[in-house]
């Protein structure tokens, strides 16, 4: 089965900072990759699918990027309600697997 | 579209539990629907997959104890959990696939399943 590794497991950053998460598939899914946001508490939410898209109603300050086996989520400017958790999730075919997650603080 | 997950509860181990969803809001039948859980301070686990024509999938973790099954009539999917285990104490999320991908575009509120004795 293909796994999905994210780093780094946790950030601490600035508000109005860029922040970068990693995702890496162990074989190609080409772009079957998905991005959610947890918040404390709360249930995940749909940020980006196809590795790029951004799910209607998500703010343009989040991107996706990658293809293959490397992927990227980039908050291009942090603000402190994108505190989370953020997940990645390959959807190519099953199993459909999630990768460590991602916790984002406000340094 | 709406998700309402239910029948999570206190078990002992070696116990079995039925969860259901009940889904509104769009044509159920025509998506594949899936389980999710969430172990206490932990990662999301995706569990298994139903497609709407029928096709099951399971997590290596819980294949020959869990048991997915929708009823298109009642916009409903279930889980029937056997041989429970302490490890499969989370908070177990119900979750819609967009149409003709299996991402998920709808989460239910989740129900919670503890395993102890």
């Known amino acids: 089965d293909i796994q999905m590794t994210q780093s780094p497991s946790s950030l601490s950053a600035s508000v109005g900072d860029r922040v970068t998460i990693t995702c890496r598939a162990s074989q190609g899914i080409n772009k079957f990759l998905a991005w959610y946001q947890q918040k404390p508490g709360k249930v995940p939410k749909l940020l980006i699918y196809?590795?790029?898209t951004l799910q209607s109603g998500v703010p343009s300050r989040f991107s996706g990027s990658g293809s293959g086996t490397d992927f990227t989520l980039t908050i291009s400017s942090l603000q402190p309600e994108d505190v989370a958790t953020y997940y990645c999730?390959?959807?190519?075919?099953?199993?459909?697997?999630f990768g460590g997650g991602t916790k984002v603080e406000i340094k | 579209v709406h998700l309402v997950e239910s029948g999570g509860g206190l078990i002992q181990p070696g116990g079995s539990l039925r969860l259901s969803c009940a889904a509104s809001g769009f044509a159920f039948g025509s998506y594949n629907m899936n389980w999710v859980r969430q172990a206490p301070g932990k990662g999301l686990d995706w569990v298994s997959l139903i497609t709407s024509s029928g096709n099951i999938y399971y997590a290596d973790s819980v294949k020959g104890r869990f048991t997915i099954s929708r009823d298109n009539v009642r916009n409903s999917l279930y889980l029937q959990i056997n041989s429970l285990r302490a490890e499969d104490t989370a908070v177990y999320f119900c979750?819609?696939?967009?149409?003709?991908?299996?991402?998920?575009?709808?989460w239910g509120q989740g129900t919670l399943v503890t395993v102890s004795s």
């Open positions: 979750a819609s696939s967009a149409y003709y991908n299996d991402y998920f575009d709808y």
């Open positions: 196809a590795a790029s």
């Open positions: 999730q390959k959807y190519n075919s099953a199993p459909l697997t």
